[in-house]
């Protein structure tokens, strides 16, 4: 009798053993994935502030025409000019669409000033005959641009999204009085040097059309709050400066203008990113 249940028993033990190892192939197969990724955005609205820094300026040279008795009196670009390095502030609100796009609509303040100097071809106006003048300009302005943004995430590596962005919109450009000096020159220094009355000129507003290139990187401080900082080349489109009426001693009121040809900056910001709803 044990001849025939012993058989029996190894069969039953053959079967318990198979069992249990497909048990276990069934366990890992269904076993569930750990996402290790860590690059999750939380999508939705956002709000955003920044600071920014325009370390270089580039900027074509402003022109002006003077007109005098009823006539061209002068006319042409400023020998030099140099524009402040301004710092900006702003803030924006926008969405994240998903791990890789968003947008957002900014708004940033800035101002600034500038100084230049010209030489007139024609005499001064109430210099000696055969003289000259070299004219030295400055102006204080304001401005605030309007961008609309899109920007591509490149994915997120231990906590940092590095990006690549590009805007477009408007910016609104006030110009304070041009203060103009005018100082006699020539030659053989029969005028000696002599200076005239500041002369004040009525700085222009206008809009002008903008765009923007960043590059940068959004570093999470927490789960809704990351640290933005990047890179961003604006260009402003020129416009009007200057323009009316002014009153010269001796002379009489002559009619002056003038305009920026706009200028690039090359601006490096930082913000705040914060995650809403």
């Not at 890992?28 to 690059?39: H, T």
């Not at 070299?134 to 401005?143: E, I, M």
Request: negative net charge; glycine residues 12%.
């Amino acid at each position: 009798m044990f001849r025939r249940i012993a058989p029996l028993g190894i069969a039953v033990l053959a079967g318990l053993v198979a069992t249990s190892a497909a048990a276990s192939d069934l366990d890992i197969i269904n076993a569930p994935e750990i996402d290790v990724s860590g690059s999750t955005v939380a999508e939705g609205w956002y709000i955003r502030g920044d600071l920014g820094y325009s370390g270089w300026v580039k900027h074509d040279k402003p022109n002006y025409r003077i007109d005098a008795f009823g006539a061209a009196f002068a006319e042409g670009d400023f020998d030099n000019a140099r524009f402040s390095k301004p710092v900006s502030y702003g803030v924006g609100m926008g969405y994240q669409f998903n791990n890789f796009l968003r947008a957002d609509l900014t708004t940033d303040f800035f101002n600034g000033s500038l100084r230049g100097s010209s030489s007139l071809d024609s005499p001064c106006i109430t210099a000696p005959a055969g003289t000259t003048c070299r004219l030295g300009q400055k102006a204080d302005y304001s401005a605030a641009n309007f961008l609309a943004n899109g920007y591509v995430d490149l994915g997120t590596y231990a906590g940092i999204t590095p990006y690549l962005g590009a805007g477009a919109g408007v910016t609104y450009m006030k110009w304070d009085s041009f203060r103009t000096n005018a100082n006699c020159r020539n030659d053989t220094g029969s005028c000696a040097g002599a200076t005239f009355d500041e002369i004040r000129v009525k700085g222009d507003d206008s809009w002008r059309f903008t765009y923007a290139l960043m590059a940068g990187a959004a570093i999470d401080l927490t789960e809704r709050v990351k640290l933005d900082l990047g890179y961003r080349f604006s260009d402003m489109a020129g416009g009007k400066a200057f323009g009316g009426s002014a009153d010269v001693p001796g002379v009489g009121t002559v009619s002056v203008k003038g305009r920026d040809e706009g200028f690039q900056k090359h601006e490096f910001r930082a913000g705040i990113r914060v995650s809403t709803w």
